[in-house]
C-alpha cells in the first residue's frame, strides 16, 4: 500500500539552537504554528533514519503525547522503518538510552525538558539520542541547528493518532510501531548489574533501623521506584512518595537538590530516616541524602567508585576501566582514582562528553557535580542506578560490619578517613540579565589576558583565611579519542593550597542568563574528623567570600544572594 506524503510549507524559526541537552524552551514556543513539526523535519534532515529504527519517550511532561504524534507522521513520511515507543509515551533518560543499544535502534528522540517545570506556562524539550544511546554530540546537534535555519517544508503522512496506551505491535502508514513496557527492560537492566539478594536481606533484617524513601518528584521515575523499591526489593508502599508521574510534575520544580526536594529532606529528618534518595523529571538525576547527612553528587560518585569493584557485580565482573567527573566536579575522585591506579578523565559539563570515553572502554564510572552520576552500563547519567548503587554498597559495608550500623553518614566520614575531603558547593544566580552575566565573565577573560590576578593575596573578613591567586584560566577540552575540540568551559581561579573556584553560564536554562559558581577547598585526611566532618559551608565560607570579592560578582549580577546553593 502507498501512503500519500504530503510536503507542508515553512518559514524558518530564530533560535532553534540545541543547548546542553536538547532544545528547550517553553511549552508556547513549541506550539507556535510549524515550531515543533519544523525542529523535528530538521532532526531528519541531518540523520538520515530512512529504513531505521528509532525510539521515542519521553518524561511525559505537558505537550508530550501531541509531539509523539507529531514525531509519528513526520518519522513514517521521512521513512523510518520502526519506531519504538514506550507506554503512553514514557521513557526515563536512562530506561530510554538503554532501550537504544538493546534493541539496536540507530537513535531515539527523548520528549523532556529534564528538571524544568513543566505544564502549559513552563518548558518542554526535545533531544536527539545517537544509536550508542547517549545525547547527540555537537557535530550533529549543530548539524541540526543548520537545517533549522534554511527549512522551507517538511514531510507528513497524516493519519489517525496511534493509541500509545497498548503495548504491543501495529503500524504507522509505511511503519511498523512497537509499544513497549516502560519499566521491564529497564529492571532487568539493574539486576543484572546489583546485587538485589545482598540488598533485599539486608533491607529485610533492618526493617526497623535503616528506613527507606524515594521521592520521584512527580516525575517519569515514580513507576520505576514502585517496582524497584517495592516489588522487586520488598520495601513498604510508604517508601516511595510523588511516584505518580503528572503533566506538570505537580506544579513543582521536578530537580533533586536541597532546594527542590524540600519535601523529602523535610521528611528524612522528621521521621529519622536513613536513606532518601529522589530523581529529576526524566529519570536521570538523583541525590542522596539520609538524615543530618547530604552527599555533593561530587563526593557520591567517588564513594561508588571506591566501593563498585567489591560491592557491585556488574564491576566485580567487568573491572573498571576509567574514572571520570566533569570539570566543576570537585576533585575527589581524582583522589580514588590515584589511589586505584585508575585513569581520571576531566571533562566539560555535559553527560555527552563521557560517550566517547565508554565506547572506547576507557572509563566505567563518571560523575557531575549537577546531581549526575552513572556508568558505561548506558550511555546517560542514571538516577536510580545511583540510588541502588549506594543502596548495593550500604548492603555490603553492613554485611562487613554486622555489628555498627553503616548509614550514609558513617559511609561519608570513613571515607574522608581515607582519601581527606574536598569541601564542595555551588551558588546558582538564576535567571540574572544576560548582559550583567556576560561583563562578569568578561571582566575574568581580562584577569586571564593580562595576568592581573596572579600572586594576588585575598583575606577573608569573617575567618581570617589568607587564599593566593596560583592561576586563572579557561577551561579547553580536546576529546582524546576523536580529536574533537570544546573551548571555553568554564573560568577557573586556583589558589596556592589547591582550593579553586569556578565561574560558569548554565546551557540548560531556558530563560535570562544563569551563572553558576563553584567553589572547593581540599582538607587531607590528617587534618582529623574534626575538620573532615564540619559543616559544608562552614567549611567552605572563607573561600566564598574571597570569591565574590575578587569577581565582583555581586556588582555586575546585581544580587547579593544566590538563588539555590547546592
Ligand atoms: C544537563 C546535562 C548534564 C549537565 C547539566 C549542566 O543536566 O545532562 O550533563 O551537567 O545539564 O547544566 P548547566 O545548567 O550547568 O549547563
Ligand atoms: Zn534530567
Known amino acids: 500500500m502507498s501512503f500519500q506524503v504530503k510536503e507542508i510549507k515553512t518559514k524558518p524559526y530564530d533560535g532553534q539552537k540545541p543547548g546542553t541537552s536538547g532544545l528547550r524552551k517553553r511549552v508556547k514556543v513549541f506550539q507556535q504554528e510549524h515550531y515543533t513539526e519544523n525542529f523535528v523535519q530538521a532532526i531528519f534532515d541531518a540523520v538520515d533514519l530512512k529504513g531505521k529504527t528509532l525510539v521515542i519517550g519521553g518524561d511525559g511532561r505537558y505537550f508530550s503525547p501531541e509531539t509523539v504524534q507529531t514525531i509519528l507522521k513526520i518519522g513514517s ?25 538493546k534493541y539496536k535502534a540507530d537513535g531515539g528522540i527523548l520528549l523532556t525538558a529534564s528538571h524544568n517545570p513543566g505544564g502549559p506556562n513552563a518548558d518542554f524539550g526535545i533531544k536527539y539520542n545517537v544509536s550508542n544511546g547517549g545525547p547527540a554530540p555537537e557535530g550533529v546537534t549543530n548539524k541540526i541547528f543548520e537545517k533549522t535555519k534554511s527549512i522551507s517544508s517538511y514531510k507528513v503522512i497524516e493519519l489517525p493518532p496511534v493509541d500509545l496506551s497498548k503495548k504491543g505491535f501495529s503500524t504507522y502508514g509505511p511503519s511498523n510501531v512497537e509499544i513497549v513496557d516502560s519499566v521491564s527492560d529497564y529492571l532487568q537492566l539493574l539486576e543484572s548489574i ?19 524513601l524515594f521521592d520521584g518528584m512527580h516525575g517519569v521515575t515514580g513507576p520505576y521506584g514502585r517496582a524497584i523499591f517495592v516489588e522487586a526489593l520488598g520495601l513498604p508502599e510508604s517508601s516511595v512518595q510523588n511516584a505518580q508521574p503528572l503533566p506538570d510534575f505537580g506544579g513543582g520544580h521536578p530537580d533533586p537538590n536541597l532546594t527542590y526536594a524540600h519535601e523529602l529532606v523535610e521528611r528524612v529528618e522528621r521521621e529519622g530516616i536513613h536513606f532518601g534518595a529522589a530523581s529529576d523529571g526524566d529519570g536521570d538525576r ?45 576533585a575527589q575522585i581524582d583522589k580514588v582514582a590515584k589511589k586505584k591506579g585508575l585513569e581520571c578523565h576531566v571533562v566539560p559539563t555535559g553527560w555527552k562528553f563521557f560517550g566517547n570515553l565508554m565506547d572506547a572502554g576507557r572509563l566505567s564510572i563518571c560523575g557531575e557535580e549537577s546531581f549526575g552520576t552513572g556508568s558505561d552500563h548506558i550511555r546517560e547519567k542514571d538516577g536510580v542506578w545511583a540510588i541502588v548503587a549506594w543502596l548495593n554498597i550500604l548492603a555490603y559495608a553492613n554485611k562487613q560490619s554486622p555489628n555498627q ?26 535567571e540574572v540579565s544576560a548582559v550583567g552575566a556576560q561583563s562578569l565573565v568578561d571582566a575574568i577573560n581580562v584577569h586571564i589576558s593580562t595576568g592581573s590576578l596572579a600572586r594576588t593575596s585575598h583575606v577573608s573578613k569573617s575567618t581570617g583565611q589568607k587564599f593566593t591567586v596560583a592561576d586563572v584560566s579557561n577551561f579547553d577540552y580536546t576529546d582524546p579519542i576523536d580529536g574533537s575540540v570544546s573551548r571555553n568551559q568554564g573560568q577557573i581561579i586556583t589558589f596556592d593550597d589547591g582550593s579553586r573556584v569556578v565561574f560558569r553560564l548554565s546551557g540548560t536554562g531556558s530563560q535570562g542568563a544563569t551563572v553558576r559558581m563553584y567553589v572547593e577547598r581540599y582538607v587531607p585526611a590528617e587534618a582529623g574528623p574534626a575538620e573532615l566532618n564540619k559543616d559544608t559551608q562552614e ?9 565574590l570579592q575578587i569577581s565582583n560578582l555581586p556588582e555586575f549580577l546585581g544580587r547579593d544572594k544566590p538563588t539555590v546553593i547546592t
Open 286 to 330: 538523583n541525590m542522596i541524602y539520609g538524615k543530618g547527612a547530604f552527599v555533593t553528587p561530587s563526593d557520591s560518585v567517588a564513594i561508588i567508585a571506591d566501593w563498585a569493584a567489591e560491592a557491585i557485580p556488574y564491576f566485580k565482573k567487568g573491572g573498571i576501566k576509567g574514572l571520570a567527573r566533569s570539570m566543576p566536579t570537585s
Open 77 to 101: 513520511a521521512n521513512g523510518v522503518a520502526k519506531f519504538i515507543i514506550g507506554k503512553d509515551g514514557i521513557l526515563s533518560t536512562p530506561a530510554a538510552s538503554n532501550i537504544i543499544r
Open 194 to 212: 546489583f546485587d538485589f539478594p545482598l540488598i533485599k536481606s539486608f533491607l529485610q533484617s533492618h526493617a526497623d533501623s535503616f528506613k527507606v
Open 405 to 430: 550500623l553503616v548509614g550514609i553518614k558513617e559511609l561519608l566520614e570513613k571515607h574522608y578517613a581515607v582519601y581527606g575531603r574536598s569541601f564542595f558547593s555551588r551558588y546558582d544566580y538564576e
Open 539 to 547: 567549611g567552605l565560607k572563607g573561600l566564598i567570600e574571597v570569591a
